[in-house]
């Protein structure tokens, strides 16, 4: 079975860019997570989605950060303009329906400089 | 408030020795507690789940509710045991999301 994908692996930007992720779950997986994990800390939800449709987005910065989910299958999330403290690995997850455990990707290290 | 704390950012043992990573919470309700863990290049991954109550490669965890702790605990550590391990709740009925603890790095000297 695949695991989760995500590209691209690393990025560096500057402040004020923008930039986007993109995140291909396990095939079949309902619930697509998308995780901010600042160095030193544990990972922090940012957006939820089941299929399509958006579950919890309560921590997500919607002045500069969109996600989207669109045909319920692979999710992009945005960030537009970046700030130095969006430094972060950007984790993506899904879980199937059902089930508790999520499989993560293996993450986005977004640098902003 | 929902909250997973990790007290040691930073735990050190010999190989054979005991090894207890320390994890509470605070949660108003019964939680669902997880170990995940994550080793050098690897993904995240779930080491154990409060309700299966089972011994994974050594480890077990129990939930005390009246201590609001879920400690993570194996008898003789091994060099392979060393990891980052993150502790773990997910509130009920908010479709499996997970509040994360800061982490905790345990190293296994040989």
């Known amino acids: 079975e695949a695991g989760v994908a995500q590209s691209p692996r690393y990025k560096i930007i500057e402040k004020r860019q923008s930039v986007a992720f993109w995140c291909n779950p396990i095939s079949g997986h309902a619930t697509l997570y998308w995780y901010q994990q600042i160095l030193g800390q544990g990972p922090k939800l940012l957006i939820q989605?089941?299929?399509?449709?958006?579950?919890?987005d309560s921590q997500l910065p919607k002045d500069r950060f969109s996600a989207e989910r669109l045909k319920g299958v692979d999710s992009t999330l945005k960030i537009q303009p970046a700030k130095l403290e969006d430094s972060a690995v950007y984790l993506c997850?899904?879980?199937?329906?059902?089930?508790?455990?999520?499989?993560f990707g293996p993450g986005t290290r977004l640098t902003v400089t | 408030a929902q909250r997973v704390t990790q007290p040691e950012k930073l735990l050190s043992v010999f190989k054979g020795a005991p090894v207890e990573l320390k994890c509470n919470y605070s949660y108003s309700g019964s939680p669902e507690l997880f170990w995940y863990v994550q080793y050098s290049r690897q993904r995240l991954q779930l080491l154990l789940r409060?309700?299966s109550r089972e011994s994974i490669k050594g480890f077990t965890a129990d939930l005390n509710k009246g201590e609001t702790s879920f400690h993570l605990k194996k008898p003789f550590a091994q060099e392979e045991d060393s990891a980052m391990y993150y502790c773990?709740?997910?509130?009920?009925?908010?479709?499996?999301?997970?509040?994360f603890g800061q982490g905790t790095e345990l190293s296994v000297k040989p």
């Open positions: 997850a899904s879980r199937a329906q059902g089930t508790y455990e999520q499989y």
């Open positions: 989605f089941q299929n399509n449709g958006v579950v919890d």
């Open positions: 409060h309700i």
């Open positions: 773990a709740l997910s509130p009920y009925n908010q479709g499996g999301k997970l509040i």
